[in-house]
């Protein structure tokens, strides 16, 4: 839980022109406030210089809020120029993740991430090579490294990067509630004081798309009860963002138990795992549903991944998924229950 030693990441940094800073595909709060707070101190402590780059469409209403309100700025992908740009940055991911590919013919200088992903962190397959990785799964969220880091160069972040980090790390441990230790709770408490507490509502509430409530009356009908595991296993989805969404969403459930839901968006069928089991940990769970054909991360209470659609159809992959899901829970052979009946068949209202 240590954060490395400040010296270390200097060495690690660009002698001249700027660097990149990346995050994974369709970034969350927890990405885009380790982002905003990494610029700001590499600025304050370093002297350096970076710009950061976002890949995938931000459509979470609360992530697109988030962007706008906090002016966070960005070159898309193909912004990134060589001779300008001499080393890219990766936060709250590492460069072996699938949903995860930063701009080429940049060397990667530096990993910050708190989760555990399908390779073995620091291996020589995986991020070895790589000047400056800190990677710690005791972490709730990468914006509480962040910030650690923040305390040991003894620089304090402006109200905007306040609210940024703060929203990382809220996001991530679900205020303090999911997987949060000592140091998420001692960012949680500094950020908070800092942050802009109005944004941080207006965050929190957007307003919502009537595609929101379609797709999410969609998912209350494909949920299976199977014990303790709901199962939302949903067709086309708006963005990979809905899926950890819906999870999210169907966790909250009077009861314990597991929410796995999948959705195919962009030649992949997504999945996310929550859970709130205490003591429980996600990520087993799904690296053992996702297998040899897909590939994923996690930590604690929840996790991610993808399967790609290249060579299965859908129907397979989700029959793949129900049917390992309901062997690592020890379900097999059960019948799946709706969650609720049959919609009235009322007509929608109109646009």
């Not at 949060?180 to 800092?194: F, K, V």
């Not at 829970?329 to 929608?348: C, E, H, I, M």
Request: with cysteine; hydrophobic share 40%; aromatic share 6%.
């Amino acid at each position: 839980m240590t954060p490395p030693d400040l010296d270390h990441l200097h060495a690690a940094l660009p002698a001249e022109g700027r660097l990149v800073l990346c995050t994974h595909r369709h970034p969350d709060p927890d990405g885009l406030g380790a982002m905003a707070g990494l610029q700001f101190l590499l600025r304050a402590a370093f002297g350096v210089e970076a710009d950061l780059v976002l890949e995938g469409r931000i459509r979470r209403a609360e992530n697109l809020a988030m962007r706008r309100l906090l002016g966070i700025e960005a070159l898309p992908k193909g912004g990134v120029d060589p001779v300008q740009h001499k080393a890219v940055f990766i936060v709250d991911s590492q460069p072996t993740f699938s949903h995860t590919s930063p701009p080429g013919g940049v060397p990667v200088v530096g990993v910050v991430d708190h989760h555990r992903g399908t390779e073995a962190n620091g291996s020589e397959e995986g991020l070895g090579g790589i000047p400056f990785v800190w990677v710690d799964p005791d972490y709730g969220a990468t914006s509480t490294m962040v910030f650690r880091l923040f305390e040991a160069a003894g620089v304090e972040p402006d109200q905007r990067v306040a609210t940024a980090l703060f929203c990382g790390v809220r996001y991530d441990t679900n205020d303090l509630a999911r997987d949060a230790g000592e140091a998420d709770e001692r960012a949680y408490e500094a950020l908070h004081r800092l942050a802009d507490r109005k944004l941080v509502a207006a965050i929190d509430q957007p307003s919502l798309s009537r595609e929101y409530f379609r797709q999410m009356a969609e998912s209350i009908h494909a949920c299976e009860t199977y014990g303790p595991l709901l199962l939302i296993l949903m067709g086309e989805v708006s963005s990979p963002e809905a899926v950890a969404e819906i999870a999210d969403w169907f966790v909250r459930l009077e009861g314990k138990q597991w929410s796995l839901a999948g959705g195919a968006c962009d030649g992949v069928y997504q999945v996310s795992l929550r859970t709130d089991m205490p003591g429980a940990d996600a990520y087993p769970a799904l690296r053992f549903i996702l297998g040899e054909e897909g590939a994923c991360g996690g930590h604690g209470r929840m996790a991610g991944g993808q399967i790609p659609l290249t060579d299965r159809s859908l129907e397979e992959v989700q029959a793949l998924v129900r049917s390992r899901a309901l062997e690592v829970f020890g379900l097999g052979g059960q019948t799946g229950r709706a969650l609720v009946g049959d919609p009235s068949g009322r007509p929608a209202v109109a646009d």
